[in-house]
């Protein structure tokens, strides 16, 4: 598979909630193309994953 086809797949996973196989093949495009818009995919799936609401734990 290409980088392309890697990038298109993550977002059908991202858009199903399949959030780990998302990130496999975000990073799958990105190894194949570090140029890949992938890399965008991935940091705002990291920061969608690493989401903390302080107010949500701090009753």
């Not at 140029?35 to 302080?54: E, G, H, R, T």
Request: glycine share 4%; net charge negative; charged share 20%.
């Amino acid at each position: 598979m290409t980088a392309e086809e890697y990038y298109q797949l993550g977002n059908q996973y991202r858009k199903q909630g399949n959030w780990q196989e998302a990130m496999n093949s975000y990073m799958e495009a990105i190894a194949l193309d570090p140029d890949s818009p992938a890399v965008v995919a991935k940091q705002m799936l990291d920061d969608i994953l690493n989401y903390y609401c302080k107010d949500m734990y701090n009753p």
